[in-house]
């Protein structure tokens, strides 16, 4: 099959992006094999190019977001079947879904929702499953309770889903970060009930705006670019889930006089240790599905680039790392 995999360059002394044809991989018992009809990109596919090096020089197929069609079935499928289609953001230890076909664990797989085409319904699984994971699973937001959510980035993959998904799903009072006036317009549009500028002072605008602070707070960025801010504007007994490594150690210290918590969220961990409720992420991807199919959700993909080419693959790489864009990037399959 045809796949455009990441590997090392010794002439140009870099992970690039190159076309082959490489073998299908097996089933296994609980495997499906989908054709690839569309993807879009996250973060984690140029942070897992940027590791590709002289002593790690792959290939590696990247891609951890993905629409299709299901085409063959291990031989104890049981929740999926030939012809179906398909939503899921896949397992980051296994290739990925730049490629014509991708083998996935059907319980990690969710069926698409129906009033949406493979583009737009590529731009949101992994981004659905972070949100979801670190609203209900990791600050266990209650869904009645009236709590005031910051989300850190609203503009962003994650973001622009998790707004929704609380203003849906929830009770909650939500206020996204936003500087530009395109991203302000966005999260608006998305239901965010009032905007910060992440580049001031979180506690100041939120007073400004009635409010004495925040019961709960998302954190889709690096956190050392706000970790301070955040600590100052955080309630007693609130917690921050992150979903972004560091770039620089941060002082946890400043969270211990309010009783605050600090929680990670990692969408991966479920399938890479194959943990034995993994299923939850079939389940929630379908209960998204039917929101969706109401038109209580909306997909988030803003940019498409067309189908899935080495240029396509690298410019939708170059833009994400300009960490200014808004919603997901979306690309078709790949050409026969």
């Not at 197929?61 to 030939?82: N, R």
Request: with cysteine.
């Amino acid at each position: 099959m045809k796949a455009i995999v990441s590997v090392y360059d010794a002439k140009e002394n870099k992970s690039v992006l190159r076309s082959l044809e490489i073998p299908k991989e097996p089933l296994g018992d609980h495997d499906v094999r989908v054709q690839v009809m569309a993807v879009s990109v996250n973060p984690v596919d140029y942070k897992v190019r940027n590791s590709i090096s002289l002593e790690n020089p792959g290939p590696r197929i990247l891609g951890w977001d993905a629409a299709g069609v299901v085409t063959e079935l291990g031989a104890k499928v049981s929740t999926l079947k030939l012809g179906e289609e398909v939503y899921y953001a896949g397992d980051i230890k296994r290739p990925g879904s730049n490629a014509e076909f991708q083998v996935v664990d059907e319980w990690i797989v969710g069926k698409k929702p129906k009033n949406l085409n493979f583009k737009e319904a590529a731009s949101l699984p992994l981004t659905t499953i972070t949100a979801y994971e670190s609203i209900f699973e990791k600050l266990k937001l209650d869904p009645m309770a009236k709590k005031i959510v910051l989300i850190v980035a609203g503009a962003g993959g994650v973001g622009s889903i998790a707004i929704q998904i609380l203003k849906q799903m929830t009770k909650a009072n939500v206020i996204a970060t936003a500087s530009r006036e395109e991203s302000i317009v966005w999260v608006k549009s998305l239901g965010a009930d009032l905007v910060v500028n992440p580049n001031k002072d979180y506690l100041e605008q939120i007073q400004s705006l009635g409010q004495n602070g925040v019961n709960e707070v998302l954190l889709f960025s690096d956190p050392k670019d706000h970790f301070e801010n955040l600590a100052k504007v955080l309630l007693p007994f609130g917690n921050i889930c992150s979903i972004v490594e560091s770039g620089s150690p941060i002082n946890m210290n400043l969270l211990k006089s309010k009783s605050n918590g600090y929680l990670n969220e990692f969408m991966f961990t479920r399938s890479m240790y194959q943990t034995e409720d993994r299923i939850k992420q079939k389940q929630l991807l379908e209960e998204i599905a039917v929101l969706v199919e109401k038109g209580k959700i909306n997909p988030t993909n803003q940019l498409d680039l067309g189908e899935m080419t080495e240029e396509s693959l690298n410019k939708a790489h170059e833009l994400l790392q300009t960490g200014k864009t808004i919603g997901k990037i979306v690309l078709g399959g790949m050409r026969k």
